[in-house]
Structures are given as C-alpha cells and as structure tokens.
C-alpha cells in the first residue's frame, strides 16, 4: 500500500508544481478533494484567459486525474484488506514527510517554506488520505466536498 499512496502523492505533486502546491497549502486545498472535484466540475476560469489558456489548463487538469487515479484506486483496494486503524495509525504526517524526503523533496521544501501552516496542511492531507483510503471519507455531491460518512440507522 505504500508504494501506491506514494505513487499517488507523487503523481499529484508533479501536475501541480511548486507554485500549485503553494496555493494549496495557503488555500487548505488537499490531493483527493481537488481530485474527486475536478472529476466532477470544470473550473470558472477568468475572462481575461484566452481559448489556448482554458485549453491548457483542462489538459492539465485532464492529465491529473488521468495520472493518478488508477493509482489511487489501487492503494485503497490494498487498504481494504488491511485493518483501518493499522492505516490511520501509520498513515499520518511524519510517515508523509519521511517518504517526501525520499521520493518528492518538493513536498518538504514547500511544507517547511509555510513553517506551522504547512504542517498544519500535511496533517490534514495525511488525515485526508488516511480516511479516504478506509472509507470514513466519502464525496458528498451536494456539498462538493468530502464528508465524513455516517449512515443514517434506520
């Protein structure tokens, strides 16, 4: 499981870049809610963006999800077999940052660079990913954002 949640991890940090991993972590955006949300929903890009721009951009945006959910779909097929609280355990920010040092340095670097915000944000991406693996997060369409799933007893 490792390898695919650092496969995903990689995968995203490589389609947005130093400065989209600026913007997240300033903006609390985390890899599997921008992903699900760009699944769903094209962007209102800004008038002043030519044709060619929008085109890149969706591109992109296009690249990302095709890059990285396969891969993300295979960590949590290897998730459910393992028991929730072994990945809740081990999945948080200190095991994320010791893989980054490893295989993507530029998920320290930035992290560091936004001092307690950026590790506030690596906590949160850890928690995030952690709980989208088990199933305790889902995507919520009418809120368009992930929630804690909770179902209702009848």
């Known amino acids: 499981m490792a390898a695919s949640v ?5 995968g995203a940090l490589e389609c947005v870049g130093p400065k989209g991993l600026d913007l997240m972590i300033e903006n609390d955006w985390f890899l599997i809610e921008s992903l699900i949300y760009s699944l769903h ?12 721009e929008v085109a890149h951009l969706e591109g992109l945006r296009a690249g990302m999800v095709r890059a990285v959910m396969p891969v993300l779909g295979m960590a949590k097929t290897i ?5 929730a609280s072994f990945i809740e355990e ?3 920010a ?4 010791r893989r980054a040092n490893e295989r993507f340095p530029i998920l320290t670097e ?4 936004h001092k307690e915000k950026g590790e506030r944000w690596l906590q949160k991406q850890a928690s995030e990913i ?10 919520n369409e009418e809120k368009r954002k992930l929630v804690e799933f909770n179902p209702k007893k009848k």
């Open 41 to 52: 929903y094209k962007p209102d890009y800004p008038e002043e963006l030519s044709e060619q």
């Open 110 to 113: 930035r992290v560091e660079a």
């Open 94 to 97: 200190g095991w994320l940052k």
């Open 6 to 10: 650092e496969g995903f991890v990689k």
């Open 90 to 92: 081990r999945l948080d």
């Open 130 to 139: 952690a709980g989208f693996l088990i199933g305790k997060l889902v995507w």
């Open 79 to 83: 998730a459910s077999r393992l028991p």
